[in-house]
């Protein structure tokens, strides 16, 4: 069982940044794919990076403004968020997936869930 618990979600105005953690327990977080992803109500979890040996992927939109990165001493990953914009808004959640695959982008691949975080970009 791997617990994940989200933080530094928040209100923030366009343009802004902020930087999410996921704090991860297991023996072997070195070896899982993280992944983040946001909903915003009504629609489905979309992918907005993972991270695993193989190294950082990003979705289309996000790609050069947000960075996913991780502390295996600390079982932390992270979620640099710059130059952000209203239609960031959303929870933001982080998973693992401990099959270690390269790269996923599909939510149904990971197997734990953070609770999520809100963060909400105001214009």
């Known amino acids: 069982q791997v617990q994940l618990v989200e933080s530094g979600g928040g209100l923030v105005q366009a343009g802004g940044s902020l930087r999410l953690s996921c704090a991860a327990s297991?023996?072997?977080?070195?070896?899982?794919?993280m992944g983040w992803f946001r909903q915003v109500p009504g629609k489905e979890r979309e992918f907005v990076a993972t991270?695993?040996?193989?190294?950082?992927y990003y979705a289309d939109s996000v790609k050069g403004r947000f960075t996913i990165s991780r502390d295996n001493a600390k079982n932390t990953v992270y979620l640099q968020m710059n130059i952000l914009r209203p239609e960031d808004t959303a929870v933001y959640y982080c998973?693992?997936?401990?099959?270690?695959?390269?790269?996923?982008?599909?939510?149904?691949?990971?197997?734990?869930w953070g609770q999520g975080t809100q963060v909400t970009v105001s214009s």
């Open positions: 991270i695993s040996w193989s190294g950082a």
């Open positions: 297991g023996r072997t977080f070195r070896s899982y794919t």
């Open positions: 998973a693992a997936d401990v099959s270690s695959r390269a790269y996923s982008r599909d939510a149904a691949g990971y197997d734990y």
